[in-house]
C-alpha cells in the first residue's frame, strides 16, 4: 500500500500483515521503524515481522522518506519530517481499527518512536526501542570533528557512510535535531518503554541511554544493557524478541 504524506507530496511505501481478530479487545499491532539508511524489510524487520504474527499480534512497517521504496529524498531528512511520517501512517492505522499500537523502532527509528509517544502519549500503549539515536549532534561531532561541522554548514551538504550504503545529508538535519534535547526527551516520556543497548555500540553513547532510562524508571521505563553488544544487535534477535516479548506481556499486551 503507498499513502500520501501530504496531498501533492511524497508517498510512503506501507506493508500491512493484519491481526489475528478474536473476541474482547481490539487486536495489539507492531508499528516497526527502522533505521537511517535502513528499510521496511531488513533482517531484523523481517525477525520481528514473523514472530509477532506467529503470537497473533498485527504488524505494520514502512520505508521513511528517501528509503526503500517511498517517496523523496536523504538530502532533506529531519527527524521532524520522520515524526510526520509515523503520523501519517499511524492515521491510516486507526482508520483501519488498528488504535492499540506497539511501536518498534530500531536507532534513529527508535528515537522517531521515542518523540512520536511523547508527542502523542495515548496512541501508543508501549515502545520497544534497539538502540535509540539519543545524541546525534555529539556523534556527528566525533565522526567529522568541529572542522567538517563548520563546513557542513557552510556547504549545506555532508556524506554520510556506513555499512549500508552513502547518502548526502543537508545541514537542516543538524538544525532540527536541536529542537530536541534528551532533557526535554526524559522529563516528558511517560509511555511504557524498553530500552535495549549494546554498551560496544559505535554510533550511540549507550552512556545517554542509561542516563534516559534512570529519569525515566518511575515512568515504566525498562533497560537491557548488552555488554558486548554493538549498534544494530543483529546477532541476538532472538534474545531482544524474548526481551520483548516478556515485556508486552507483563502489560497484558501479548498472550
Known amino acids: 500500500m503507498r499513502l500520501s504524506v501530504a496531498e501533492g507530496g511524497p508517498e510512503l511505501e506501507v506493508r500491512i500483515e493484519p491481526a489475528r481478530t478474536g473476541g474482547g479487545e481490539s487486536p495489539v499491532t507492531v508499528l516497526y521503524l527502522h533505521g537511517f539508511g535502513s528499510r521496511q524489510d531488513g533482517e531484523k524487520a523481517d525477525y520481528f515481522r514473523t514472530r509477532a504474527t506467529a503470537a497473533g499480534l498485527g504488524f505494520w512497517s514502512f520505508d521513511f522518506q528517501g528509503h526503500g521504496g517511498s517517496g ?34 530500531s536507532s534513529l527509528g527508535a528515537l522517531s518512536g521515542l518523540w512520536h509517544s511523547v508527542r502523542h502519549p495515548d496512541g501508543i500503549e508501549a515502545g520497544l526501542y534497539i538502540a535509540p539515536a539519543l545524541g546525534l549532534e555529539e556523534a556527528f561531532r566525533s565522526w567529522a570533528g568541529d572542522d567538517g561541522l563548520a563546513r557542513w554548514e557552510r556547504d549545506g551538504l555532508y556524506t554520510i557512510t556506513s ?35 549494546g554498551k560496544l ?7 545517554d541511554v542509561v542516563e534516559l532510562a534512570t529519569r525515566c524508571g518511575g515512568n515504566g521505563v525498562e533497560l537491557h544493557l548488552f555488554a558486548d553488544g554493538d549498534h544494530r544487535l543483529v546477532d541476538r534477535k532472538e534474545r ?16
Open 201 to 207: 555500540d559505535d554510533q550511540v553513547a549507550w552512556r
Open 72 to 105: 523523496g529524498g536523504m538530502r532533506r531528512l529531519t527527524l521532524s519530517r520522520n515524526l510526520a511520517d509515523i503520523e501519517c501512517v499511524q492515521r491510516e492505522m486507526r482508520a483501519r481499527g488498528c488504535d492499540r499500537i506497539v511501536v518498534i523502532g
Open 240 to 255: 531482544l524478541w524474548d526481551l520483548m516479548s516478556g515485556f508486552l506481556r507483563a502489560r497484558g499486551l501479548l498472550a
Open 163 to 197: 555499512e549500508l550504503g552513502t547518502w548526502d545529508l543537508g545541514w537542516g538535519f543538524v538544525e532540527d535535531l536541536r529542537r530536541y534535547s534528551n532533557a526535554d526527551l526524559a522529563s516528558r516520556l511517560v509511555t511504557p518503554s524498553l530500552l535495549l543497548q
